[in-house]
């Protein structure tokens, strides 16, 4: 069936692991300035660990595929095309949230002004993320409004895994940890379609 | 003592009483379930997307709906069951993102549900009950003794279809 001499996840080159991992690391001290200044707190971070990795690990790596967490979800237009999400436990989420909004949350649920402080805080983190991107790449990107949604991380993780099913049974998962007084722990998962994982490569002069 | 057997994404497996079969964190992939009502052989396919003729990366059967669902029947008929007496429940293809671009990816879920009742149709599986659409993930759970498909998703009741 594989005819096509087309570069899957598993062929593209360690340089491109590494482009990708180095934009991940930037992209990452960018979102923790932003989150640092938000919050109006310190802000540390770790050292981005950019994995690839099976469907089936992915749930796992999040705590089990039955772990409650946020997604916020961003489609990405402009010179490359694909989606972008920033994932992350509930509570870590939660957390996140009472630190920008300046007091507890009540009950189980978000409230709307906390999705919405949610939905803001993954724009930030993405956004940041993006910008390095499109920095140095030297590429147009244009991400959409955030969508946000809670709900187990198997079903969460079915949506870039499906992004990624088309071309590959792997998907890439940028996992950063900021450290506060709370351990705030998110991944970034980036889909460029095809066509777009080729004009980063030429961009980057590959 | 009775075993749960898991299907992860894009993977299936058959199943005997006593044992169950389950697969957690179905979003917009659908979980189906078949059964041969006489002899209780069942088994689960969770497929991810709906036709394997569509991508190039089409090397694993249990992603795709149209190929998924003849793998598992062929791995139920190999454990005994027979074709005309099989009968399928199914559930997921949820919409989890509310997005309304015009990304291939809007309507996923929908999708692989029409893709899931086609590929049933052709095959002469008629489907008893399906748990599908809206936008929240799923956990299901199939015993092939009585038939029954456990839908649990967060901050619902438990389901039996």
């Known amino acids: 069936m594989a005819d096509k001499p087309d570069l899957t996840i598993e062929e ?8 990708l991992k180095e934009i991940g690391n930037i992209g990452a001290g960018n979102a923790t300035t932003a989150l640092s200044t938000m919050l109006g707190t310190r ?20 705590g089990g595929e039955e772990q409650l967490v946020a997604g916020i979800y961003l489609v990405v237009d402009g010179d490359i095309h694909g989606s972008i999400m920033f994932i992350q436990k509930k509570e870590s989420a939660r957390a996140m949230v009472q630190k920008l909004m300046g007091m507890p949350s009540e009950g189980e ?19 940041a993320y993006l910008n390095s991107l499109a920095t140095l790449t030297n590429l147009t990107i244009y991400p959409s409004v955030p969508y946000v949604c809670i709900d187990m991380a198997g079903a969460i993780l079915s949506v870039p895994a ?29 889909v460029p379609d095809e066509e777009s994982d080729a004009k980063i490569l030429h961009a980057l002069g590959f | 003592m009775p075993e749960t057997i898991k299907v992860g994404i894009a993977d299936l497996n058959v199943c005997t ?40 990366s089409n090397g694993n059967p249990a992603k795709f709906a149209d190929t998924g669902i003849p793998e598992l029947v062929r ?23 509310a997005f309304n671009s015009k990304s291939e990816l809007s309507g996923i879920g929908d999708r692989n549900v029409a893709a899931t009742k086609q590929t049933l149709k052709e095959m002469n599986i008629p489907i008893l009950a399906e748990d599908t659409g809206a936008n929240y993930g799923r956990t299901v759970t199939f015993d092939p ?14 389901k039996v279809i």
Do not use: W
Request: hydrophobic share 45%; proline share 3%; net charge negative.
């Open chain 2, 17 to 56: 009483p006593p044992n169950l079969i389950t697969t957690i964190g179905l979003g917009s992939c659908v979980g189906i379930a078949i059964r041969d009502k006489q002899n209780k052989i069942g088994g689960l396919v969770h497929v991810m997307l709906p036709s394997s003729k569509e991508v190039k």
């Open chain 2, 75 to 97: 791995r139920l008929e190999k454990m005994g069951a027979i074709r005309s007496r099989m009968v399928a429940k199914i559930a997921g293809g949820a919409t989890m993102f």
């Open chain 1, 109 to 127: 649920d978000f409230s709307e002004m906390e999705l919405s402080a949610l939905k803001e805080i993954g724009n930030v983190i993405t956004g």
């Open chain 2, 145 to 158: 003794e009585t038939g029954d498909y456990e839908v649990k998703a967060v901050g619902k009741p438990l």
């Open chain 1, 12 to 19: 593209m080159s360690d340089k491109y692991f590494d482009v």
């Open chain 1, 43 to 62: 802000v540390d971070m770790m050292v981005p660990k950019v994995r690839l990795m099976e469907f089936k690990e992915v749930g796992t790596t999040l």
């Open chain 1, 162 to 190: 499906i992004e990624f099913g088309a071309i590959s049974d792997k998907m890439l998962l940028i996992q950063t940890d900021f450290a506060d007084d709370v351990e705030l722990s998110g991944y970034f998962i980036l």
